[in-house]
């Protein structure tokens, strides 16, 4: 197994509960990977051993060529962690957050200067620089978050929800800056709850689901291989299940979803819809034919429930 990040069998255990149950995936240089899973599924776990801020059960994993059991302190400092807690400094300037973590790598003062330069250049708040954090919007926060991880010129960048709470303009900006770092080589460790993120800026992904891997591949590969192009969603009036059921029976090759008690889903028709469409429509259910996404094979793979 090749790749800048390797894992095989990785195991997390905590006193009565295993969160991370010997997962087998690796993240080649200068991608960008996504881990996607809802809460509990073992994500925050995961991101935990590769950033050696907590042990590996057992397993392997490596980071750049390393043992995280036995090159924690290297790896470290390889790394860029943008954490979804916002962890900024109140009490100092937009450059003085970065110049006072440059310190914490031992970065020259005028290497930490010309960096932090850039990086705010970069995620355009170089007019910024002496205001207060406290006066920078949630936007311009999560910048500022990205930008502090550069100051150590890593080699990974590791994005834990870097979008969480932003508005859809201050996340759009957040990934066009995202992939000028991709262009530049940067490789990203990336998990998100946002499926459109994960769609605009994965290379490949893993779906996991109570501390396994479910499915691997690109977003186009996961919709067609648990989807199909095209999803059909039937939401139901009164007593339309037992009609719509029905009708979906006697058609081949469909793949149902029917969970929710007004909505049914219909999968992977490798037919034309036509047919199925008019047969439908003699008892007029809603019906709306749409494009499948990864939401799609999110839900489909880990369900539609809450999970804690």
């Not at 059991?69 to 807690?85: D, F, P, Y």
């Not at 440059?102 to 970065?107: G, K, T």
């Not at 311009?140 to 870097?162: C, F, G, N, W």
């Not at 939401?235 to 469909?254: F, P």
Request: net charge negative; hydrophobic share 40%; charged share 30%.
């Amino acid at each position: 197994m090749s790749g800048i990040i390797r894992a095989r069998g990785l195991t997390k255990q905590f006193p009565g509960l295993e969160a991370v149950k010997g997962i087998d995936f690796s993240v080649e240089e200068g991608e960008c990977f996504g881990l996607l899973g809802p809460n509990g599924a073992g994500k925050t776990s995961t991101i935990r051993m590769i950033t050696c801020v907590s042990p590996v059960t057992a397993g392997e994993l490596f980071v750049d060529g390393m043992d995280v059991r036995t090159h924690g302190r290297e790896i470290k400092a390889r790394l860029g962690v943008v954490s979804q807690e916002e962890n900024l400094d109140p009490d100092l300037s937009v450059r003085q957050n970065l110049l006072v973590y440059a310190r914490y790598f031992d970065i020259p003062n005028d290497t930490a200067r010309k960096r932090a330069d850039e990086a705010l250049e970069l995620f355009q708040l170089d007019d910024r620089g002496r205001e207060i954090v406290d006066n920078l919007s949630g936007g311009m926060k999560r910048r500022l978050i990205i930008a502090r991880a550069l100051m150590s010129d890593p080699k990974i960048l590791v994005l834990d929800e870097p979008t969480t709470g932003l508005d859809p303009q201050a996340r759009h900006v957040v990934w066009r800056k995202l992939r000028v770092l991709l262009s530049q080589g940067i490789t990203m460790l990336l998990t998100t709850h946002y499926m459109e993120e994960a769609a605009a800026l994965c290379h490949r992904l893993v779906v996991m689901h109570l501390g396994k891997i479910m499915a691997e591949g690109t977003p186009a590969d996961l919709i067609e291989r648990h989807v199909g192009p095209q999803v059909l969603e039937l939401h139901l009036r009164d007593n339309g299940r037992a009609e719509a059921m029905r009708v979906l029976d006697a058609h081949d090759g469909l793949e149902i979803e029917d969970e929710l008690e007004d909505v049914i889903y219909v999968f992977k028709q490798r037919q034309p819809w036509e047919p199925l469409l008019h047969d439908l429509s003699a008892f007029e259910p809603h019906m709306e034919l749409r494009k499948a996404t990864l939401e799609d094979v999110f839900l489909r793979l880990t369900g539609r429930g809450l999970f804690d």
